[in-house]
C-alpha cells in the first residue's frame, strides 16, 4: 500500500515540508519513485476510483461484485450520539465505544515500533488487524470483504501539538426518494458526526482524495479491505 503526497500531485500549492513524496512498493514501479512517476500512479487511482463509482451509479450488481451486499447502511444517528467511537470504528462498522486505533485488533494488540515511519508503521499495523491492502481499486474486494480508505496529515512544522493523524472513509449505502440504492463515501472525524464526503462537481462523483488534502491529510495510504467479521455494528449495542 502506498503513501502519496496529495497536494502536491494536485498541483496545490503547500508548504514545503508537504512536498515530501513517499511510496512503497505496491503502488509504484519498484525503484521508481520520481515525481513524474508518482504522479502518473495518483492519476491512475483517481481515474480508477471514477470509474468504480461509475459503475456503482448503476445499481447495486451483487452478482457481479458480492463484497456490495457487506456494505452498511447510512445511518449517522447512533454515531452522533457516541463520543468513543472514531473514524476507525465507523470505517470499520465496529461501535464499541474504544476509540479504536490500527492494530488495536490484532492478539496481541501491536507495539509501536520507532524503526518504522508513521506512514509505515500505519499500514502495518491494518495488516495485523487483517486488513489486506489493494492494489488499484476498491472494487478489488472479496464477497467477504468491504472497502476502505485512509488518508494520513503529516506533522505541522508551525505547531508543535499538532501530530501524525490518520482519517479513514468507508464505503456505505443509502436509498434515494424513489428508492434506488446509491453509494456514498462517508467518515467520521475523531468523536465529531459522521459526514458523507462532499461530491465533484460538475460529474456528480465524490472526490475522497480532495475532501482529504482539504482536511490537511494530504498522504494518501490506499484502499484496503476489512473482513466483514469485523463489524459489530449499534444494533448489537
Known sequence: MGILNIKELLGISTPS???Q???VESLAPANDSSPNTLKETFNALQNQFFEDMKTLQKGPNTKAFPFLKNI???DPAPWRKSKSNNCYNFSLNR???DYLL???LASPPVPRDRNRTYEQEIIFRCKKDNLRPLKKSFMECLPDEMPLAVFLKPPSLT???DKDDFHWVSLRQMK???GQTIYVWTGKPGPDAPQLCPKKKPFGHVDIFKAAAKDGYIKFGGFMAAPVTLQQPPTLH
Open 102 to 104: 490500527p492494530g488495536q
Open 176 to 178: 434515494t426518494k424513489t
Open 159 to 161: 505547531n508543535p501539538e
Open 95 to 97: 461501535y464499541t465505544n
Open 72 to 74: 452498511p447502511n447510512w
Open 21 to 23: 513524496l513517499t511510496v
Open 17 to 19: 515540508y508537504m512536498s
